[in-house]
C-alpha cells in the first residue's frame, strides 16, 4: 500500500512555467522548431567578471560549508548595495543568503506565518506564492487587481482584504511584477505602507527585477519609506535577473533581525548554506559592476517596446504597457469567449498554441488572470517576430 502524502503537499501543484518550459524542450528535442516564451530568465550571459570571481574563488579552493546565513563579506556587499542603491540600512545580521529568492520568501513565510495566519497577495501574482503560503501552513489571500489600475494594488483594496481577513499576517508584495510588468510609484507605495503600519501587517517585499525598469521610472523600495514600515518589511533580492546569474541559486532577505535569524534558523534544518563559489562570485557581482546590467536593461526595453507594438495590431486584443521586469501579459479574454475550437480557458489555449503552432506561452491562469497569457520577451527579436507571427495566425483561426 502506498504511503499517503501530506494534506499540506496535496495542495502544491506542479510549476506551470516549468512544466511548460520541459514540454517546449521535449519538442525541441524532437526536431519541432519551438519558440519559447514561456522561460523566466535572461537570455544573455553571466558578465566575465563575475565568472572570473568564480573561477578564481575555486583556484582558491573556496569549496566548504559556509556560516549558515552567508559569507560575511557577501552579506555586508548586501547592505552595501541596500544603502547605495535603495537608501537602506540594515547590518549583517539582518540579512540571510538563501539558495535564490524563492527559498528566501519560504524562509522567511515558515518564520512567521502559524496555522490560520493568512498571506495577501495581489493579483497577477507570482505563480509559485500562494504555493509557499500553503507550505507555511498559512492561507493566501488573492487580492483582485485590474488593467485599467494598471494592474496594481491601491491602499483602498488592500484595506478592504484585511477588513475581510482578520487572519492577515503578511503582504506578498512584487514590484517590478511578474508577470505584468507593473512597478509602483512612491506615491502608490506610501499609501499601501500607512495601510500596514496601521494594521500591523507584515510586507515581504519581492524586488528580485528592481534593475529592469524603462522609461526612465525609478524603482522604489517600500522599506526606505519609514521606519514604520522599514520594521514591518522583509525585502526579498537576488542576483538571478539582473546579473543573468539563474543557475548560480543566489537571493537573500534583508529586514527586522528577529525575523532573519529565525527565518535563518529555517534554512539551517532546510538547505543549509548556499554554495561558496556561488557566494564570492555574488561579492564580485555587487561590488565591482561593469556595463551589462544596463546593456541588457536596454535591450530588454527595445524589445519590450517591439512587442507592444505588435500586439497592440492585433485585432481585440488589449495589453497593459510593462513598466519593468520581462514580460507582457496581453488580454485574450474575446477569443476564449469568440472560437469555434471549444478553447474556453487560458490552459487550454497555451497547449493548443504549443501542439499546433509551436510557440510556448504561460496561461494567465497560473497568475491569477484567468483572461491573459504571458510573454517573456527575454528572447532574440528573430523569435519575437516569429513568435508574434504565429500567434497571430492561431488567434486568426480561432476567430474564423
Known sequence: MAIKLSNRVKLVKPSPTLSLSARAKELKASGVDVVNFGVGEPDFNTP?????????????????YTANAGI???????????QRDNGLAY?????????????????VLIAVCDTQDQVLMPAPYW?????????ANAEPVVIPTFEQDSYKLTAASLSQAIAANPCAKALLLNSPNNPSGAVYTRQELEAIAAVCVEKDILVVADEIYERLVYDGIKH?????????????????????KAYAMTGWRLGYAAGPAHIIAAAGRVQEHATSCVNSITQKACVTALAEEDDSIENMRA???????????????????????????????PNIGWYLQNNTRGITDGDQFCATLLEKHHVALVSG???????????????????????????????SELSS
Open 365 to 395: 491562469a497560473s497568475f491569477g488572470v484567468p483572461d491573459n497569457v504571458r510573454f517573456s520577451y527575454a528572447n532574440s527579436m528573430e523569435n519575437l517576430l516569429k513568435g508574434v507571427e504565429r500567434f497571430a495566425g492561431f488567434l
Open 48 to 64: 566575465d567578471y563575475i565568472k572570473n570571481a568564480a573561477q578564481a574563488a575555486i583556484a582558491a579552493n573556496f569549496t566548504r
Open 127 to 135: 505563480v509559485s506564492y500562494p504555493y509557499q503560503a500553503m507550505l
Open 220 to 240: 522604489v523600495s517600500i522599506a526606505s519609506l519609514g521606519s514604520g514600515i522599514k520594521e514591518r518589511t522583509v525585502v526579498i533580492n537576488g542576483v538571478s
Open 72 to 82: 560575511i563579506e557577501l552579506r555586508q556587499a548586501i547592505c552595501d548595495k541596500l
Open 91 to 107: 547590518e549583517p545580521k539582518q540579512i540571510l543568503v538563501s539558495p535564490g529568492a524563492k527559498a528566501s520568501i519560504l524562509n
Open 299 to 329: 535591450e530588454f526595453q527595445k524589445r519590450r517596446d517591439f512587442l507592444y507594438a505588435e500586439l497592440g495590431k492585433l485585432p481585440h486584443i488589449t495589453c497593459f504597457k510593462p513598466q519593468g521586469a520581462f514580460y507582457i501579459m
